[in-house]
């Protein structure tokens, strides 16, 4: 139902995030993957990361290709299409992971998160270079008072974070390596070039070639698979290759080609927010002054830049 209801974005006209077609998608991803960070650390230990992530995105294949035969998706997509989805997979999903899967081994997964929410950045700036998408004056505020309340964020968690500076350095900086990947990402799904494909085809292919591209990765850095005898660990497998991946990409890329980069990108500005709320539920999470003041300010933030009436990205 997720992935039928992401599927109707493609249509050029202007939309805004708060009309049913554009939230219901984004609110699913943004649900989601607010949970996916502490099941992600449950995955690291005796599976090396890539392989996990190759595990990841080849059963989210798995998922999207019986998707697209579902529903009578075109699984032809021409050379052009294939090569678009290779260096989409690359960039999503074999480099945008191998990073943010390695920063969890030296820093916690909530300052990992609340790092990501950085991502509205690089999408505002490279969509308004490659995709001439708008941004009006209350966007950028808004997105000004947003970012406010995410560094407020982030300090909480660097107070918090039994990381020594060293560790938390190597761990920031792979994050922000993701987090430029993912967005390199993001503006590819913008083009037009992306909207000329079914998104299901594309997204089926692009896990394809991403799980392949992390195979071919693995064998020769890590050596042979290796398999975690943990349930827990294949449950968890399962649902970031069909929840986390199949489902709530496709939703997310939807979000995008009908409203651009920048203001899906506010998705991840509520996702550290709302994975702390399921810490505080599941992991006795303790908030504090900084971290209240930084959710509402962030909130704020969203709200303000979300009222703007201009829709920030340039219909085709």
Known sequence: MAIKVATTLNSTAPSSILS????????????IWGSTWFVIRDQLGVVPPTWSVAYRFLTGSAAMFAWALM??????????????AALFGLAQFVLNFNFIYRAEDHIASGLVAVVFALLIVPNAILGRIFLKSPLSGRFLTGSAVALVGVALLIVQELRRDGASAQATLIGVTLTLLGLFSASVANIMQGTERARALPMASVLAWGMLWGGLMNVALALPTVGAPVFEPRLSYWLGVVYLGVAASAVAFTCYFGVIRAIGPARAAYSGVLTPILAMLISTLFEDYRWTTLAAAGGVVAMAGLLIALSARKPATKSG
């Open 71 to 84: 529903t009578r998706a075109p699984l032809r997509i021409g050379r052009e299409g294939q090569v678009f």
């Open 20 to 31: 049913p077609r554009v939230l219901i998608p984004f609110t699913i991803a943004t649900v």
